[in-house]
């Protein structure tokens, strides 16, 4: 990773550019990397901010969805964040949509990626050959339409992190609070404007959670990425952009 982490208060993140904020939150397994081609396009002309959730440092009995967005919560009070277009993925996402219904104004946009609120086929329930690499690798290329986006690196990353059992428990503890946390009932409230970003091929959050996100969501816009699974920031970050460009510029117009 090219940029700079920071770290004050207990939080570690990245913050680039100048001007209206993009706050970025990256999935269960993923890492700021994720976004390095959104900080790239945007650094000029926004302010983008990448923290590192918290998901590995909570105490267990409270390792869950809704404790991660009071986490974002402090992280936003901390750097007195207004006004923020805040952009999700999977796990990340979800994060977003709770604190959209909680904090509403603090947040001028909300923006999806395979997120999840309504449905996941995730892992599971657990990790039943966690020490077999070849196994690991065939479920991180699931995540993606083209498996060789699932890169040795990212392999390794992903094989470390569910070998680890301090980490793992807590992996399985935020994944079972996310299937319980469905969000159907309550995204009537989330009024603000919502764009959602979603790949065609996601085997993750299919293309039906993104058509029910749309029609359950009173004020959103969905755009389809081709040949793409759960990760479009990722695996098509040029034509991500594209998207993520054009909703902001549909934002503006709004005002």
């Known amino acids: 990773m090219k940029y700079v982490l920071k770290e004050e208060k207990g939080f570690i993140y990245i913050d680039e550019g100048q001007g209206e904020v993009l706050l970025l ?3 269960l397994m993923g890492s700021l990397s994720n976004w390095e081609a959104v900080i790239d396009e945007f650094k000029d002309e926004y302010r983008v901010i990448l923290p590192i959730l918290p998901i590995f440092d909570l105490p267990l009995i409270t390792t869950g969805v809704k404790t991660l967005s009071k986490e974002v919560h402090r992280f936003i ?34 923006i999806l990626t395979g997120s999840s609120g309504l449905y996941e086929n995730a892992f599971g329930g657990s990790f039943p050959r966690r020490e077999n690499y070849e196994f690991v690798k065939e479920k991180v290329e699931y995540t993606f339409y083209d498996p060789a986006t699932a890169t040795k690196d990212l392999v390794d990353e992903v094989f470390i992190l569910i070998n680890d059992r301090s980490k793992v428990v807590r992996l399985l503890a935020m ?28 085997k993750i959050t299919p293309p039906e959670v993104a058509v029910e996100f749309n ?41």
């Open 215 to 255: 029609q359950l969501l009173p004020d959103s816009k969905l755009y389809w990425i081709d040949h793409c699974g759960h990760a479009p920031m990722m695996e098509q970050p040029a034509q991500f952009n594209v998207y993520l460009r054009e909703y902001l510029e549909h934002l503006k117009q709004k005002v």
């Open 77 to 110: 009070k901390h750097k007195n964040l207004e006004n923020i277009t805040l952009v999700g993925n999977s796990l990340g996402g979800h994060v977003g949509l709770v604190y959209a219904v909680n904090h509403p104004e603090k947040l001028k946009s909300l």
């Open 175 to 202: 994944a079972k609070s996310a299937i319980r946390h469905n969000m159907a009932k309550e995204l009537h409230k989330i009024t603000m404007p919502v764009g959602l970003i979603w790949g065609r091929n996601d």
């Open 25 to 27: 939150l990256h999935g």
